[in-house]
RNA sequence: GGUCCAGUAGCUCAGUUGGAUAGAGCAGCAGCCUUCUAAGCUGCGGGUCACAGGUUCGAGCCCUGUCUGGAUCACCA
C-alpha cells in the first residue's frame, strides 16, 4: 500500500530533519481533493512541534525528501499547510498490472483464527417477517460475507424464537376460532394464517380488556387477568410440562410457519450455517440460572421467582425465572450463548439484534460475568436502527407493518414495469426476463437498505417506491451491464486486453482517478469488517459507478484508434465491472449481463 | 424521572474517526442519444451542520449545557 510507504518515508524524514520520529498519531495522510494537483496529501500542522519551523518551510522540507528519497514520490507542491505529493505512473501502472489478473483482489487470505458466530434474523414463529426483518438479514448476511472476504471463518447462525407466550397466543386463537384451517386447506402462506391468529388474538384481549375497565376494573389489572391472556399463560405452562396435546399443536403450527420462513429467506438469498431452536436451549438456559442460584450469584424472592441483581453494576434487578418456574427471554438467551460457545469456542460472538434491545444485551454480558463465564467478554451487539415509516414506528397491530414478500413482489413488478417502459431485450426469454426483474428488485431493496449506515435509524416511505435511477442498485447494476456489453463488443471485434501489459505512462484525468478508486478496494472491504458497516461497501460501489460512467463519457474505449490506449480502457473497464460485481456480491446482490 | 442513541439541503442519506471552499441522489429548472446501453452524462438553484458556550493552528466530528425526536428501564420476545 503506498499510503503505509509514505507514511514510513515521512517517519524517516522527520527523523533525519528534525531528530525526532513522530508519533503515529502525528501522521496524517489523505487522499488529495480534485481541485489540487497530486495523489495524496501529508498535513503537516500536527508536525510542526517536531520540526519547530513555520508550516510552508516544513512542508518544502519535508517535499524535498520525498522527492530525493523516493522512486514513487515524483512531485510535490505545498499550499498552507498541506503537502500534497505526486505518485510516479510507474506505481500505478504496476499496482494495475498486478490486479488486473488478480480476481480476489481486495479479499485477504483466510486467516487461522478462531470464527466469528453472527446471529441473525431470530424470527419469532407467531407472525410472518416484515421489513425490520429485512434490514437484520440483510446486515446480517453481509456483514458475514464481509468478514469471510476479510480472511476471518464465519459461522451463520439463527436463533428461533419457537416457544413462548406469544406462539401460544397465535395457538390459542386458532383452537377458538380457526376450524382447523391449514396452509393446505386455505392455500396460506404458513407465517401468513400464524400471524393471522396472533393479531385475532389481540383483538379478543383488547376486547376483554375494554370489558373488565367498564365494570370498575383498573387497567393494569384487567390487563393481567383478562380471561384469554389467563388461558394463553396455562397453555405455556403446560408447554413446558411437555403435555402432549399442546406440544403436538405447537410442532404443527410451526412447521407451518417454517415452510413460510424458507420461502421468504430463499426469495430474499439469506442462509445460514446453523438454525438454533429456543425450545431447544431453555433448559440449559434454567440449569445455568440453578447452577447461580445454588452458588448463591443469584437470588429467590419470596414468591418463588429468580432474580439477579445488577443494581451495582447501574443497572436494576433482572428476572431470570418466574414464580411459577417457566422462563423468560434472558433465560433462553443464557442457555443459547452457552450451547453456542460449546458448539464454536468463537473468537466473537456477534448479535445482529435491533438497539430497541441494547439494554437486554448489557444485562445478558453482565449475567453471563457473574455466572463466571469470562468468554462473555466476546459478545458484540450489532444493534442497529429500526426502519421507520414516514408516520413513525411499524406496528403489526395498527396494519402498519411492511410484509417482506408484499414488499420483494412490489419492487419485483416495478422492475418489470420499468424494464419494459424501456423497451429494451424484445429477445428475452420468459425465464430470462423473470431471472433480471428478480435481480434489478433485490438489488434495488438490499442497495437501499445497505447503503444507510447500520447504527441509524431510516425511514421507508412505501408510498415512494424505491427508486432505480440515481444513487440505487439498478444503476450500480446499469453500469455493470454497460461495461458488459463492451467487453461483448471488444471480443466481437477481435480486440485481446487480457493478459496483455500495457506501458502505459501517458494517463487522462478520468482514467486516472478510475484507477485511483479501484485501488481503495482492499481498504474499503477492511474497514467495511472492522466496523461491521456494508454501508461502506455500498457507497464505493456507487462511487466506482458513478466514476465509470463520467469516463465512460469523456473518452471513447472502443473506438479508439490506439491500440495501447484501447487495450488499456478495456482492461480498466473490465476490473471496474468485476470490482462492482465483487462489492454488490458483499450486499448479496447480483449484477446483469444485459439490463 | 434514570440511562442510551440521534438531529447535516424541501425529502432520503454520505461525510475517510479533528483538516483545505460540507457532498450525493430524489424532487425543480436548463441542456446532451448517427461514440461504445439515456436505468446514463453536464449545468443551475437549494445549508446558521438543532441551539449556546468551550477545547486549538483548525470543529459537522471532541467536551459542557439547552431544545427536539426515538429507544429502554416488563413475571412480552
Request: net charge negative; proline share 4%.
Amino acid at each position: 500500500m503506498i499510503e503505509s510507504t509514505i507514511a514510513e518515508l515521512l517517519s524517516k524524514a522527520t527523523l533525519k530533519l528534525y531528530g525526532q520520529m513522530p508519533p503515529e498519531s502525528l501522521i496524517q495522510i489523505q487522499k488529495t481533493r480534485p481541485e489540487f494537483t497530486g495523489d495524496y496529501t501529508v498535513v503537516v500542522f500536527p508536525l510542526l512541534k517536531i520540526s519547530k519551523k513555520n508550516p510552508e518551510q516544513t512542508a518544502l522540507e519535508l517535499g524535498k525528501y520525498f522527492i530525493d528519497n523516493s522512486n514513487e514520490i515524483t512531485d510535490f507542491n505545498v499550499i498552507k499547510g498541506f503537502l500534497n505529493l505526486s505518485v510516479s505512473n510507474t506505481y500505478w501502472m504496476e499496482f494495475f498490472n498486478r490486479i488486473l489478473p488478480d480476481n480476489r483482489f481486495g479479499f485477504s487470505e483466510s486467516k487461522d483464527i478462531p470464527s466469528v458466530v453472527i446471529e441473525y434474523s431470530s424470527p419469532n414463529t407467531n407472525k410472518p417477517l416484515h421489513l425490520g426483518h429485512v434490514r437484520n438479514n440483510l446486515l446480517g448476511w453481509s456483514v458475514a460475507a464481509i468478514l469471510k472476504a476479510n480472511g476471518i471463518p464465519v459461522k451463520k447462525v439463527n436463533l428461533v424464537n419457537d416457544r413462548g407466550i406469544h406462539i401460544c397466543k397465535s395457538m390459542l386463537a386458532w383452537q377458538k376460532w380457526g376450524q382447523s384451517a391449514t396452509p393446505e386447506t386455505t392455500g396460506q402462506k404458513g407465517d401468513k394464517l400464524v400471524g393471522d391468529y396472533y393479531v385475532l388474538f389481540d383483538k379478543e384481549y383488547k376486547k376483554e380488556i375494554k370489558t373488565l375497565v367498564d365494570n370498575g376494573m383498573k387497567e393494569d389489572e384487567a390487563k393481567n387477568s383478562a380471561p384469554i391472556l389467563l388461558e394463553a399463560k396455562l397453555m405455556l405452562k403446560k408447554w413446558e410440562d411437555g403435555d402432549d396435546q399442546v406440544r403436538k399443536l405447537w410442532y404443527e403450527m410451526n412447521q407451518w410457519v417454517y415452510a413460510g420462513f424458507d420461502i421468504t429467506y430463499s426469495r430474499m438469498g439469506i442462509d445460514f450455517d446453523k438454525v438454533y431452536y429456543e425450545s431447544e436451549t431453555y433448559l440449559l438456559g434454567k440449569a445455568l440460572v440453578e447452577d447461580g442460584l445454588q452458588k448463591g450469584i443469584l437470588f429467590k424472592k419470596e414468591d418463588g421467582s429468580v432474580w439477579c441483581d445488577l443494581t451495582l453494576d447501574g443497572l436494576d434487578e433482572k428476572l431470570l425465572l418466574r414464580a411459577d418456574g417457566t422462563s423468560v427471554y434472558m433465560t433462553q438467551d443464557l442457555g443459547t450463548a452457552q450451547l453456542r460457545y460449546d458448539d464454536y469456542h468463537p473468537g466473537k460472538l456477534v448479535y445482529v439484534v435491533g438497539n430497541e434491545q441494547n439494554y437486554h444485551f448489557d444485562v445478558l454480558k453482565l449475567v453471563l460475568k457473574k455466572l463466571g463465564k469470562e468468554w462473555a467478554d466476546s459478545i458484540e451487539h450489532l444493534s442497529y436502527g429500526m426502519v421507520e415509516l414516514p408516520e413513525g414506528k411499524m406496528k403489526s397491530r395498527e396494519g402498519t407493518v411492511v410484509d417482506a414478500d408484499d414488499l420483494m413482489e412490489e419492487m419485483y413488478q416495478t422492475a418489470k414495469t420499468t424494464t419494459e417502459a424501456l423497451g429494451k431485450f424484445d429477445d428475452f426469454t420468459e425465464e430470462e426476463s423473470h431471472q433480471l426483474y428478480n435481480v434489478l428488485s433485490l438489488g434495488a431493496l438490499k442497495y437501499f437498505i445497505l447503503k444507510v449506515d447500520p447504527k441509524k435509524t431510516m425511514t421507508f416511505n412505501p408510498a415512494e417506491s424505491i427508486d432505480f435511477t440515481g444513487n440505487t442498485g439498478p444503476f450500480i447494476q446499469y453500469t455493470h451491464a454497460r461495461i458488459k456489453s463492451i467487453l461483448r463488443k471488444a471480443d466481437e471485434a477481435g480486440y485481446p486486453y487480457l493478459d496483455i501489459k500495457i506501458d502505459w505512462n501517458d494517463s487522462n484525468e478520468k482514467e486516472k482517478s478510475l484507477l485511483k478508486l479501484l485501488h481503495d478496494f482492499p481498504q474499503v472491504i477492511q474497514q467495511a469488517g472492522e466496523n461491521f458497516s456494508p454501508a461502506l461497501i455500498a457507497n464505493f460501489a456507487y462511487e466506482v459507478a458513478k466514476e465509470f460512467n463520467q469516463f465512460y463519457h469523456a473518452l471513447i474505449i472502443l473506438k479508439e484508434e490506439d491500440e495501447a490506449t484501447r487495450t488499456f480502457r478495456l482492461q480498466l473497464s473490465f476490473v471496474t465491472a468485476r470490482t462492482i460485481r465483487q462489492a454488490m456480491k458483499l450486499l448479496g446482490a447480483e449484477v446483469p449481463e444485459r439490463m
